[in-house]
């Protein structure tokens, strides 16, 4: 039972360059979410899932996309990475409703030069 | 607008010594409240749950109450391997989004 797994751990990108950061849980758990986590600003919400089939923004959804690939795969894309987008990503998830508590993956920390 | 604010942002205390740290927060009708602990380049993990005033949970070394306002985790006699940032979210019963303090890092001293 691994819980939460993001790939990759560590990745660079240059300015303007793409990817996507993927997440995968093994809870059954209906509702998945993206953050970052800078310095100083806590955890902020960029996108979540509240269930599979439907996408909602969160706080910080500017530059970013995402895809609910089924039940378990919940995934972030960068289109045109900018340095503001240098940050730590923890995906997590929790039951339907999210009414409980989130369980957090290992994190992705990016670097966009 | 929903809004959860922690303090102190960091504390030191020498092993043995008991405190508490303080998450204040606004929220327009809360679902939950939850405590987090996050270790370096790791992330947060569950810690406690609390949904209603004068609810309290306790976890070895820590105890989580809540009332209207606010929600206190209190540490006694810590220990070095409790040294961690403790995180503070909320959820609000209007939708399914949470809202997260900056975090008290704590140090404990041996």
């Known amino acids: 039972n691994a819980g939460v797994t993001q790939t990759p751990k560590f990745q660079v990108l240059k300015t303007g360059q793409s990817m996507t950061l993927q997440c995968a849980q093994d809870?059954?758990?209906?509702?998945m979410y993206w953050y970052r986590q800078d310095p100083g600003m806590g955890l902020r919400l960029i996108y979540y899932?509240?269930?599979?089939?439907?996408?909602d923004k969160g706080e910080v959804p500017n530059g970013y996309n995402v895809s609910r690939l089924n039940k378990r795969e919940f995934s972030l894309r960068l289109e045109s990475a900018a340095p503001s987008q240098t940050s730590v990503y923890f995906c997590?998830?929790?039951?339907?409703?999210?009414?409980?508590?989130?369980?957090f993956g290992p994190g992705t920390r990016l670097t966009v030069t | 607008e929903d809004q959860v604010t922690q303090s102190p942002e960091a504390l030191r205390l020498q092993e043995g010594e008991s405190s508490s740290l303080n998450c204040s927060y606004t929220?327009?009708?809360?679902?939950?409240l939850f405590w987090y602990r996050q270790d370096p380049g790791k992330g947060p993990e569950f810690l406690f749950t609390l949904y209603s005033a004068g609810e309290e949970k306790e976890k070895e070394r820590l105890k989580a109450t809540l009332t209207k306002k606010e929600s206190f985790l209190h540490i006694t006699a810590p220990k070095p391997e409790d040294s961690a940032t403790y995180l503070c979210?909320?959820?609000?019963?209007?939708?399914?989004?949470?809202?997260f303090g900056t975090g008290t890092s704590l140090t404990v001293i041996p």
């Open positions: 997590a998830s929790s039951e339907l409703g999210g009414s409980l508590e989130q369980y």
């Open positions: 899932s509240a269930s599979e089939g439907t996408t």
């Open positions: 979210a909320v959820q609000a019963n209007t939708g399914n989004q949470f809202y």
């Open positions: 929220v327009s009708g809360l679902r939950g």
């Open positions: 809870m059954n758990h209906n509702s």
